[in-house]
């Protein structure tokens, strides 16, 4: 997060609030930053959304062990690359090369914390694994994270949402210190211990898990394998992050089911009973590959199979 967090300036803003003719930020939003920060140092909440135009985060270290908590949670490993937005002085991607052999990138504003970060992946031996480069966040391109990593602001996370929803890559996690994304509720939520934490009086953080889930809402056409023969179905999903609904039209009936995505997997629960009374509803496991799907169900010894296409307009 700026790993703490990062100064995000839309345009040329420096560090000490002297402020470009195009910059977007104003003293009224800096007078709320101060209100908001004393809030936390007071463990106080003093209210008031931020007055509207631009973004603009105040530097805060990462506690040691909330980095380990937040790489942990993301099951980091020498496969993935690492992506922190606001990367402050490089502890998360240096952290996640160093203990957990990944590749890494941080994306900070501010060039003087590039500089400290790049020094300390030399000190630390990691050098050749992670990278910093001087960017707005909002600007940079992270599509390629299979973690995306931060320590914002709620504003700015709501603010990024929809790039992570539709730019990233289904399965790719992302981890936020102590803010949430609103309405998308996270996979996972750690409440931990942080006694080096500088500010807000618990001395606790937060920790957010989100999977990417894939975008299967639409409809498809398919098949429904079992044992009496082949059903040409129709299947309509309607999705709200990684809650899903299903409507599954076949030849003279219509089920009705519901499920939850986890990056390009759909646990789905089809009620079948107007199909075939009295029976308990199929549980499939279903894989989404770009326009197509497909997954299985058991009932005892009767296996069900679900095959089907995107259907674009």
């Known amino acids: 997060m700026r790993d703490g967090v990062t100064l995000l300036a839309r345009n040329n803003q420096r ?3 002297h402020f470009s003719p195009r910059n977007r930020f104003h003293f009224r939003r800096r007078r709320w930053q101060l209100h908001m920060v004393l809030g936390l140092l007071l463990g106080i909440p003093l209210g008031g959304p931020p007055p509207a135009g631009g973004d603009e985060v105040p530097y805060i270290q990462t506690p040691a062990n909330v980095v380990d908590a937040m790489l942990r949670i993301a099951e980091v ?6 992506i922190d937005l606001g990367s402050g002085d490089g502890r998360i ?22 500089a400290e970060s790049r020094a ?3 000190r630390e031996g990691v050098s ?8 707005d966040i909002f600007l940079a391109d992270f599509r390629a994270a299979t973690v995306l990593t931060m320590y914002l602001l709620p504003e700015v996370n709501l603010e990024l949402r929809p790039r992570i929803l539709f730019e990233l890559r289904p399965g790719t996690r992302v981890v936020s210190h102590d803010w949430d994304m609103g309405d998308w509720e996270p996979d996972r939520r750690l409440v931990i211990a942080a006694p080096d934490k500088t500010i807000g009086r618990t001395k606790e953080s937060t920790v957010y898990l989100w999977i990417v889930p894939a975008r299967i809402a639409g409809f498809w056409r398919g098949v429904l394998a079992g044992p009496g023969g082949d059903e040409p179905v129709v299947v309509e999903f309607n999705q709200r992050f990684q809650s899903a609904s299903a409507r599954v039209w076949l030849r003279r009936w219509t089920l009705a089911g519901g499920g939850h995505i986890r990056g390009d997997s759909m646990s789905l629960s089809l009620d079948r009973s107007p199909w075939m009374p009295g029976t308990k509803p199929l549980h499939f496991t279903l894989h989404l590959a770009g326009d197509r799907l497909g997954g299985e169900a058991a009932d005892g010894n009767q296996q069900y199979a679900l095959r089907a296409t995107r259907v674009v307009d």
């Open 15 to 17: 560090r000490f609030g």
């Open 77 to 82: 490993g020498p496969q993935d690359y690492v």
């Open 93 to 114: 991607v240096i952290a996640a090369a160093k203990r957990f052999q990944a590749r890494g990138l941080g994306i900070e504003l501010d060039r003087w914390l590039v």
């Open 120 to 122: 300390n992946a030399v």
């Open 128 to 135: 050749g694994k992670v990278q910093f480069l001087h960017q």
